[in-house]
C-alpha cells in the first residue's frame, strides 16, 4: 500500500466510515457497499469523488480537502483492486 493509500485508510478510520459502509461485507447498511465502487460501471472514481467532496441526502460533508479527498479514492482503488475475490463471489 502505498503512503497515499495508507492516508486515505486512516481517514476512512478516523471518520469511522465503517458504521455507515462496508469493505467486504463488513461495516454498516446505511451507505453503500464500497469494496468495488472505484470498477463499478454505474458509480466509479467519479462518483465516490463527488459524494466526498459535497456529501448527500444520508451522508454528511465532511468538508475534506482535495488531498484527503484523493487518498480516499486511492485507498478505495486499492480494496477495489485487491477484491478479486470478493467480486467473483458477489456476482455468483
Known sequence: MTQQQQYGKSLYQEYNCQSCHQLFGLGGF??????????????GPQYARILLENGATRMPNFHFTQKEVNAIIAYLTYVDANACTYKKNVTK
Open 30 to 43: 446505511l451507505g453503500p457497499e464500497l469494496t468495488t465502487v472505484i470498477s463499478d460501471a454505474n458509480r
